[in-house]
């Protein structure tokens, strides 16, 4: 079975500031990973996602994302926050196993603090 | 209208009402979703349509009914629910695939339950 745990629930960080939000994945096979962003709302949009091939990988806003394999991790970094990054993070993960289901994290509530 | 679409927005009902969820995708997808979102936990898949055929219900209660006419709409049936089934219902769908596929989400019922 998959899952993913998001170790922070809120991060507030000032604007201009960068931010890491932390994802670790438990999958014994090979896998796919997402980060959505959800604004008050509305639904999850995606930000990034890594298949494979290089493992820093560039989304939308300014954020980008490293897969470490040994570290089973998926960690968003944005070198400086705007407010209007304030929402919350989702990191999910599937595999060619799984078809078409996704496993998401518990989010991560990012607030910038102007 | 583009992307995935859901209505109403936002749904009151009493515990013996019966009332449906509504969701269209107007990506050419093959496979729809039905999430739910509560507060702190994560995004809990209740049903997926791959090319109009249920493949997964996740044990969800009977209470909840799904109905898939055609690729591009999707529909949630809701009879007898409880307090605890308040929460925000997302559709999404995305490209019937090995799980590499993004997931697109719509914006979500807001459903408070008497």
């Known amino acids: 079975a998959q899952s993913v745990t998001q170790l922070d629930s809120q991060v507030p960080v000032f604007e201009e500031a960068p931010v890491e939000l932390r994802c670790n994945y438990s999958s014994s096979v090979s896998v796919y990973l997402f980060w959505y962003v959800q604004y008050p709302n509305q639904g999850l949009q995606l930000l990034l996602k890594y298949l494979s091939g290089s493992t820093l990988v560039k989304g939308i806003n300014g954020f980008e994302a490293e897969f470490n394999k040994s570290q089973t991790s998926f960690h968003l970094r944005k070198p400086s926050v705007h407010i209007s990054d304030t929402a919350e993070y989702f990191c999910a993960v599937s595999s060619p196993n799984t078809g078409n289901q996704f496993y998401f994290g518990t989010g991560t509530s990012l607030t910038v603090i102007p | 209208e583009t992307g995935v679409t859901q209505t109403p927005r936002h749904l009151v009902m009493g515990m013996t009402n019966k009332k449906s969820l509504k969701c269209e995708q107007h990506l050419g997808h093959n496979a729809m979703y039905w999430y739910k979102q509560s507060a702190k936990k994560p995004l809990e898949l209740m049903f997926v349509y791959s090319l109009e055929e249920r493949v997964e219900n996740n044990s969800v209660p009977s209470r909840f009914s799904p109905e898939c006419p055609n690729s591009s709409h999707l529909f949630l049936h809701l009879h007898t629910l409880q307090p605890e089934d308040s929460a925000l219902y997302l559709c999404?769908?995305?490209?019937?695939?090995?799980?590499?596929?993004?997931?697109?989400f719509g914006p979500g019922t807001r459903l408070t339950v008497l």
């Open positions: 999404a769908s995305s490209q019937e695939g090995s799980g590499a596929n993004e997931q697109f």
